[in-house]
């Protein structure tokens, strides 16, 4: 009977103790992952930062105006007469535009 | 030890049957001894596990049971590290990247370790064009353990030299503070040293803060208003000749700078290569006479104080004496003048008289509350004191009353008309944006002088000497100033400082305009004139007429009875006729 008792408890601590060392295996291996992750994610970061100055210096005002004048000869600044709010429009116009204002407007917030 | 006497006990009681003196062996004692130390080796390997097993048990009770035996009340996600910057970005009010670090590649060599001097600096010139062989041999030839060669490589050009596979060249990964619009707003970011310490503007004045902090600087500037402006500064200055320009536009509301620049400017990358000339910041360090603008504060000053009414007027048919000074008007009328006809056609005459009404202390008093006896508050170490006369004697008072024997910056001037037409409230002018409500501002004159500052403002440029502001739409007021620039000895005679100050729109004021040309030279199209009517009005119309869309002006029309009412001002009969020509 003491035998079988201590055959039991010596199976309980064997098993309890591969959970153990399991667990610990499993999170050293997932803190891997993590820090691999974590360097990735850095690196991203550090990309999209190139990026953005990119974006910045290719969106320079002069260049933009440059490169309309060039490619978009037709293109003038607008006048007072050409801004205007929407009720300066005639009804129908106005809900067309109303509309699809609010459609866009929609559309922007359930962007994820 | 239960288990040890125990072992001991059946050791015994196996043993006793042997241990008869008559019957003992040398070999049954052998094995009696080999016996005896195995079970002693069994029993120390046993004890040994038995401890470890004990161990471990112990630990997994204490890690099960005892140990955050619950799961934690605190749920920590792990986080990815922020990337940190030497420095922190400089962003304008709509979050364009005006500053930041980069990291870039800096090449450096060990001449010992070269094998070719010669055709190292023959392969690498053909990498990096800009540097020269003859020099690049040398250097690599010399007997030391590293030398420089190129700072700050391109990703390109750090791939084009890697690619060359010179032994002895080495890349070094270093920060650099970059800038992506070049000069757009050079004199409000500043620059920083190869150390990164801040140097000019903002750069300087946040210096501590750019380095401890992460979040970006985020300035009131609009990149687009800043480029608007600058670009119109810079054609005025070519076409009209001028040795430097100044401009500024302000929110009235709040003080906010929303662009402000000085011609001529620099590209802050290239701060190293920059003449003292071009670092100059006209806008807030330079001071200057600004001539007739003055007189906005004048005819507010006399409003409000009650010295002249707007029925009021003065005589302005001879040139005024006083002392060895004579003060003439350049659009003289040579009769009586009403206060919207001194401030419309910019009688030098009426302003001083008007002046010498309000007094010598009131007019300083005034100044000090409007804070342009001392230098302007705002977030850039380039900031101008004004010059001010001491002792404050009649004749300045008067001269002052015209823009004359004070100087300021041009920036404490915007910020002057702003509080004279946002209904009366004193703004502190920044540069920093900032999403916490701005402190109230201090009143200066009454919500009705700065009323009748509107009327007078908008009845310039539609019918007096700033009618080349109008820009159709959006209900433009200003004033002119043309000033002589002060040389040694006297005013130089054709050398002017020639300025517009513009608000709109005039019904509910929103933004101050400022134009300043220095020394400019008029042409065929302005009739040879270099007033402030004739060069820095279309200036101002034409940022007006481009920035107003983009900072949700709506134009309105000016002629509806509305926007009349509000900014009509009735003007006499004889002076309506005479006002027509």
């Known amino acids: 009977m003491k035998g079988a008792a201590l055959v039991v408890w010596v199976c309980l601590a064997g098993v309890a103790s591969f959970a153990l060392f399991n667990i610990t295996f499993k999170v050293e291996q997932l803190e891997g992952e993590l820090k691999l992750l974590n360097k990735a994610v850095l690196k991203e970061q550090k990309a999209v930062h190139v990026l953005r100055a990119e974006w910045s210096y290719l969106n320079r005002p002069d260049r933009i105006e440059a490169l309309a004048r060039k490619l978009l000869p037709e293109l003038a600044f607008p006048n007072a007469a050409q801004i205007g709010g929407l009720e300066r429009l005639s009804a129908p116009a106005a809900t067309a535009i109303g509309a699809s204002a609010a459609l866009r407007a929609a559309m922007v917030r359930s962007k994820p | ?581």
Do not use: C
């Open chain 2, 1 to 581: 030890m239960m288990f040890w006497k125990r072992k001991r006990s059946v050791r015994r009681r196996r043993a006793r049957p042997t241990t008869r003196p008559s019957a003992e062996r040398p070999a049954d004692k052998r094995a009696a001894r080999a016996l005896e130390v195995s079970r002693n080796r069994l029993l120390v390997t046993g004890s040994v596990l038995l401890i470890a097993f004990i161990a471990i048990s112990v630990r997994l009770i204490d890690v099960a049971l005892l140990q955050e035996a619950r799961e934690p009340r605190v749920v920590y996600a792990p986080r990815a590290q922020a990337m940190r910057m030497d420095r922190a970005d400089i962003v304008d009010r709509n979050g364009v990247l005006l500053a930041t670090n980069l990291t870039t590649a800096s090449l450096h060599a060990n001449p010992r370790k070269v094998i070719d001097a010669d055709a190292a600096a023959r392969q690498l010139v053909t990498a990096l064009p800009a540097l020269r062989e003859a020099e690049i041999a040398r250097i690599l030839k010399t007997d030391r353990a590293f030398v420089w060669l190129r700072r700050n490589l391109t990703p390109r050009q750090q791939w084009r030299v890697n690619s060359l596979g010179i032994p002895g060249l080495y890349f070094q990964s270093a920060e650099t503070r970059a800038y992506p619009n070049g000069a757009l707003a050079a004199h409000i970011l500043g620059y920083v040293d190869i150390d990164h310490r801040g140097l000019a503007g903002v750069e300087k004045s946040f210096d501590a803060s750019l380095r401890d902090n992460a979040a970006p600087l985020r300035l009131t500037i609009d990149s687009r208003v800043q480029y608007i402006l600058r670009a119109e500064l810079s054609q005025a200055m070519t076409e009209f000749r001028a040795i430097g320009a100044a401009g500024i536009v302000l929110d009235v509301r709040n003080g906010e700078v929303l662009a402000m620049t000085s011609l001529p400017d620099f590209d802050p990358n290239m701060a190293g290569s920059v003449r003292a000339g071009q670092r100059f910041n006209r806008a807030s360090l330079g001071v200057y006479e600004l001539g007739s603008t003055f007189k906005i504060f004048t005819v507010a000053m006399a409003l409000e104080y009650g010295v002249v009414k707007m029925s009021g007027g003065y005589d302005a048919t001879k040139p005024l004496r006083i002392a060895r000074f004579t003060i003439r008007d350049f659009h003289a009328k040579k009769r009586w003048l009403s206060v919207p006809e001194i401030f419309m056609y910019s009688s030098n005459i009426g302003a001083a008289k008007m002046a010498r009404d309000i007094g010598g202390e009131a007019q300083r008093e005034f100044f000090s509350r409007l804070g342009m006896l001392r230098a302007a508050t705002i977030e850039l170490p380039e900031v101008g004191a004004p010059l001010i006369p001491s002792p404050w004697r009649p004749v300045n008072t008067m001269t002052i009353g015209y823009g004359h024997g004070m100087a300021v910056s041009p920036l404490q001037l915007v910020a002057g008309v702003a509080a004279m037409v946002n209904g009366g409230l004193v703004n502190r002018t920044t540069l920093i944006r900032s999403d916490a409500a701005p402190a109230p501002g201090k009143r200066i004159i009454s919500k009705r002088t700065s009323d009748e500052m509107r009327r007078l403002m908008r009845l310039v440029v539609v019918k007096g000497t700033g009618k080349n502001a109008a820009a159709p739409g959006y209900v433009v007021g200003g004033k002119t100033g043309t000033a002589d620039k002060s040389g040694r000895g006297g005013y130089r005679g054709e050398a002017l400082i020639s300025s517009f100050v513009a608000a709109f729109p005039m019904q509910a004021p929103r933004y101050v305009v400022l134009a300043v040309l220095d020394e400019p030279r008029g042409n065929k199209s302005t009739a040879g004139f270099a007033t402030g009517g004739w060069v820095a009005a279309p200036i101002v119309r034409r940022i007006i007429e481009r920035a107003a869309p983009l900072l949700g002006v709506l134009p309105v029309d000016e002629d509806a009875p509305a926007i009349r009412q509000a900014l009509g001002i009735r003007l006499k009969k004889e002076e309506r006729q005479l006002a027509s020509f």
